[in-house]
């Protein structure tokens, strides 16, 4: 439970880039799982990256080697970088976070419980 306010998402052409930020509470960002998701029209919620306070990063393969996850805990901002845009990387894209226990893997979606309302990115060819 917590805030968590997205913000960075537009329109780019193919091949283009844009970073997302994720502003989080500090009780929200001390979870020990963040991440970020994406849900395209009549698509599933689908993972695309997470991080947690171990510094374990896990990327969906549709991005991996283009997109970069990344937390900054001064600021309390979850970042993710986005390179080489394709057109089916067009979605809503949220940031959550949830609590596991140290050393566990982190949640898929349906298992996150607190959300930002999305930022849409839309990439067109």
């Known amino acids: 439970q917590g805030l968590l306010m997205e913000s960075g998402g537009g329109s780019v052409q193919v091949g283009g880039s844009l970073r997302l930020s994720c502003a989080a509470s500090?009780?929200?960002?001390?979870?020990?799982?963040l991440g970020w998701f994406r849900q395209a029209p009549g698509n599933e919620r689908e993972g695309v990256a997470t991080?947690?306070?171990?510094?374990?990063?896990s990327y969906a393969d549709s991005v991996k080697g283009r997109f970069s996850i990344s937390r900054d805990d001064a600021k309390n901002i979850l970042y993710l970088q986005m390179n080489s845009l394709k057109p089916e990387d067009s979605a809503v894209y949220y940031c959550?976070?949830?609590?596991?226990?140290?050393?566990?893997?982190?949640?898929?979606?349906?298992?996150?419980?607190?959300w930002g309302q999305g930022t849409q990115v839309t990439v067109s060819s």
């Open positions: 959550a976070a949830e609590d596991v226990p140290r050393g566990r893997a982190c949640p898929s979606a349906v298992d996150f419980k607190t």
């Open positions: 500090r009780h929200t960002f001390s979870s020990y799982c």
């Open positions: 991080i947690d306070h171990d510094d374990f990063i």
